[in-house]
């Protein structure tokens, strides 16, 4: 069965930074995209970018490119999503999906993390 | 970017009724479409993919169709377990904009 899992909620302050985790299985990693998908309080879904496990080869949003860093170990099925310094701004819950084999769709969604950034 | 526009924002329904969502691309995007059903405080769930293909394990009730920039969700004789929100997704090209959201509730 396929499984995605992600870190639990996070609190921090505006400035700090942060990396939180997903960690997929019962599928090979290492052959699927991860996309990464952002929801604000009462908003809807925003394509943040994706991964390849395989090569570590990105996409991003224009809208993310700058804030953001994606990673992925393979050695553990874990990508990551990084950031160097938060704002309050970046609340939000942040999922996680493995992207269908075509790597055009999200196929299979973590539970979600959400980043609480406050003062 | 292509911008994904759906309508309506919010619907209206009875258990047994049938609920149709359009999803509108700024480009046309062939079949490249996703649909995606998120119920309050979960993640969301892949219904439909390339356009009208059912994802394996939703119900038959949900069906796509479209291709271009006209799209459509359809769900046929809703149940109690499908209000929700509902999403569209294009896949055509970078970044896989989503739409804004339709909003499917209790009448």
């Known amino acids: 069965e396929v499984q995605v899992v992600q870190s639990g909620a996070e609190v921090k302050k505006p400035g700090e930074s942060l990396k939180i985790s997903c960690k997929g299985s019962g599928y090979s990693f290492i052959s699927y995209w991860i996309g990464w998908v952002r929801q604000k309080p009462g908003n809807g879904l925003e394509w943040m970018g994706m991964?390849?496990?395989?090569?570590?080869?990105?996409k991003f949003s224009p809208s993310f490119q700058d804030h953001v860093t994606f990673s992925a170990d393979k050695s553990t099925s874990t990508a990551s999503l990084q950031w160097s310094s938060l704002k309050a701004s970046d609340t939000a819950i942040y999922y996680c999906a493995r992207m269908s084999y075509d790597g055009n769709y999200l196929d299979s969604w973590g539970q979600g993390t959400l980043v609480t950034v406050s003062a | 970017d292509i911008q994904m526009t759906q309508s309506p924002s919010s619907v209206s329904a009875s258990v047994g009724d049938r609920v149709t969502i359009t999803c509108r691309a700024s480009q046309d995007i062939s079949h490249w479409l996703a649909w995606y059903q998120q119920k309050p405080g979960k993640a969301p769930k892949l219904l439909i993919y390339?356009?009208?293909s059912l994802q394996r394990g939703v119900p038959s009730r949900f069906s796509g169709s479209g291709s271009g920039t006209d799209f459509t969700l359809t769900i046929n004789s809703l149940q109690p377990e499908d209000f929700a929100t509902y999403y569209c997704?294009?896949?055509?090209?970078?970044?896989?904009?989503f739409g804004g959201g339709t909003k499917v509730d209790i009448k």
């Open positions: 997704q294009q896949a055509d090209s970078f970044p896989k904009t």
């Open positions: 991964i390849y496990p395989g090569d570590s080869d990105t």
């Open positions: 390339s356009a009208s």
